[in-house]
């Protein structure tokens, strides 16, 4: 029986996770829910996870030494997995001290306690040794690279290797915006509070891993998308605002490039690298699969729209008439300081050595997105109302 631990599985990609390891593992494992329950964890996302017998939650903060000192003493953790972050990039401008607390001695603790829980002794060398089949792995950002040139105004062909092929054949008409892409060799160099945080955090890992010898790994991925999104980000932002017919807010002129993962391909990828990932290394996870946000906003204006008009029962959910989900809802704000141009992920190495390639086509995981968002209006209004702030209360305030 192995055992998880997952930290802020009540947020976008850990809840994705959790219910990823279940459907694939089913009561063949343990996992030990860990999560502080910010603005931006929602237990109702998780809600059938954690009444199974196999999965346990507990409220609490990574930086809580006790805490998690206590969880490894009272379970045989085999993987932790840590997702718990501070993970906006507007809000790490507004208070940067909160995600350097979260983000970097968060992790310095959660490696800690681990290691604390693991350790065996020493070997002849007078290095470390740890109970065997043990991994911490930690969830990092593409956006730890810094930023990237956009080459292209257009999207181009992206040529492969053949090597890469045979990996990704399930995968044809793949774009790039640009000549260059973040390797796992390219140096770190943040740019916002955000990623700088992250980016420390990766290295308290590494420096972890060098020094004490810990079974690590990092994954660093790039943007997510997929079901569980909280709409202050750009896709699910842009799929509620059309249903409210509220103005969609674009930065600057919508030119921004990012590579965009199906949050269920990034789930597959984690479970992999936790198993079968060599000891010590990083890996990039992204969606071969760049695009500039003003597309997407076009591509989800034209998805609901053909919805809408193709399955009219789901009309019922506008508060516009049809005919005003056009591109004349776009509104072009001011742009964020130091907003990055483009970040493009080269995921060839998880491919390559691990077999793993995100399989899903963007629009495909648009449409899944969308259907999922028009399905589950009711989250959706838990959560742009804040009632969900309520519900670990109402499920656990009197127990
Ligand atoms: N969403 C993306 O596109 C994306 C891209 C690259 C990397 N990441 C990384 O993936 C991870 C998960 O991202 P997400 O989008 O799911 O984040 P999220 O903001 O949706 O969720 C974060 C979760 O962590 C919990 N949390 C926050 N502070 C905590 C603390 N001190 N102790 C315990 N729990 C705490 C929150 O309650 C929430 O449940 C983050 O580490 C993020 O940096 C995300």
Known sequence: MTTYLVTGAAGFIGANFLKYIIGQHGDGINVIVLDALTYAGNLSSIKQEIDLPN????????????LVKKIFAENDIDFVVNFAAESHVDRSIENPRLFLETNILGTQNMLDCAREAWLTGKDENGRPTYKAGKKYLQISTDEV??????????????????????????RRELTTFGKHFFTEETPLSPRSPYSASKTSADM?????????????????????????HFPEKLIPLVIHNILEG????????????RDWL?????????????????????????????????????????????IMRDEPRYQALLKCRLEDINYDLITYVTDRPGHDMRYAIDPTKIATRLGWYPETPFTVGIEKTVRWNLDNQQWIDSVTSGDYQQYYEQMYGNR
């Open 55 to 66: 999965v346990t939650f507990v409220k609490g903060d990574v930086k809580d030494h006790d």
């Open 145 to 170: 690279y810094g930023s990237l040139e956009k080459d292209y105004d257009e999207a181009q062909p992206l040529h492969v290797s053949d090597e890469l092929k045979k990996v990704i054949e399930g």
């Open 262 to 306: 199906y949050v269920e391909d990034h789930c597959k990828g984690i479970d992999l690298v936790l198993r079968r990932g060599t000891v010590g290394e990083v890996y990039n996870i992204g969606g071969f699969n760049e695009e500039s946000n003003i597309n997407i906003v076009h591509l989800i204006i034209d998805t609901i729209a053909r």
């Open 204 to 228: 308290i890992v590494m420096a972890y891993y060098h020094t004490y010898g810990m079974p690590v790994n990092i994954t660093r991925c790039s943007n997510n998308y997929g079901p569980y």
């Open 246 to 257: 509220k103005k969609l807010p674009v930065y600057g002129k919508g030119l921004n490039v």
